[in-house]
């Protein structure tokens, strides 16, 4: 008997052990990161870069290296973009054929008669609010990125300028 009750308690430990750990006892073990939570890193990231690459305009010797990271780094984002693009893509499509799919389910087999449109499409944004959310956010991601990547032209503009400046000031011209 005692077999059997170590044996159960073995089995208890593992069940619990294998299970999401929602009060954080394996610190090891990260959680896994929500879109909100993503998106505010990236964007944190993506802040850290502008402020780097605005911050070599300083020197002109540096403006070479600076090309370089600039078109990188643009590249990089607008990669990104298309990448959030094809995904926000998806996500209207699978939107708008749930959307179908509730309209005609309330419109022709629902049991319950709507008074009007309204009342039905507000039953079914309700409805499909996870959708809808993931939505807007990956559409201010993308709108985020759109901005980012002309943060990245004005700086690319601005390296003539300030290349023009120091001549100025060194009376090269």
């Known amino acids: 008997m005692p077999i059997l009750k170590i044996f159960m308690i073995h089995i208890i430990i593992k069940n619990i052990m294998t299970k999401p750990d929602f009060f954080n006892i394996n610190p090891d073990i990260e959680p896994e990161e929500n ?15 502008i402020k780097e690459l605005s911050a070599s305009l300083k020197n002109v010797l540096d403006i070479p290296a600076l090309m370089v990271d ?3 780094e643009r590249q990089r984002a607008a990669e990104y973009h ?5 995904i926000l893509s998806g996500v209207n499509k699978t939107y708008r054929a749930r959307w179908n799919e509730r309209y005609e389910f309330y ?4 049991q319950i008669r709507y008074p009007n449109e309204t009342t039905k499409a507000t039953r079914i944004q309700h409805e499909l609010a996870d959708i809808v959310e993931q939505r807007e956010q990956l559409d201010n991601q993308q709108k985020y990125m759109m901005q980012t990547i002309s943060s990245l032209d004005a700086i690319i503009y601005g390296i003539n300028n300030r290349v023009k400046i120091e001549e100025i000031i060194r009376g090269s011209k």
């Open 107 to 110: 419109t022709l087999k629902s």
């Open 70 to 72: 600039l078109y990188s």
């Open 35 to 49: 879109l909100t939570e993503r998106f505010k890193r990236e964007r944190a990231e993506w802040a850290t870069i």
């Open 82 to 86: 298309h990448y959030i693009m094809s």
